[in-house]
Nanobody, 120 residues
Framework: VQLQAYGGGLVQAGGSLRLSCAAS????????MGWYRQAPGKQRELVAV???????NYKESVKGRFTISRENAKNTVNLQMDSLKPEDTAVYYC???????????????WGQGTEVTVSS
């Protein structure tokens, strides 16, 4: 299984970016998909998660600015980031909790990071 993330870049404060992440390979089913981020010198933190049924959860500081969505048929998760702030600057990592067969428990898979830089 591979997760390919893309969409990061440099944007001015108040601007928008859209991150996408596609999971490929031997996938039987996906549970949660989402995004973490890690700023320089800080621990990785959960930004947003969406489960198969569509329920979402967000880090408090991004509520109302970020929107997570998924395309189940494509095993893709998106993160629309609006009203970006300098404190959103970080490397963003997507993840998927999925199963490769009908048996066993789901496992976590990570994508490579994509860098988001918000200038003031």
């Amino acid at each position: 299984v591979q997760l390919q993330a893309y969409g990061g870049g440099l944007v001015q404060a108040g601007g928008s970016l859209r991150l996408s992440c596609a999971a490929s390979g031997n996938i039987f089913s996906t549970n949660g998909m989402g995004w973490y981020r890690q700023a320089p010198g800080k621990q990785r933190e959960l930004v947003a998660v969406i489960i198969f049924g569509g329920s979402t959860n967000y880090k408090e500081s991004v509520k109302g600015r970020f929107t997570i969505s998924r395309e189940n048929a494509k095993n893709t998760v998106n993160l629309q980031m609006d009203s970006l702030k300098p404190e959103d600057t970080a490397v963003y990592y997507c993840y998927a909790q999925l199963k490769q067969s009908s048996r066993g428990s789901p496992a976590f898979y990570w994508g490579q990071g994509t860098e988001v830089t918000v200038s003031s």
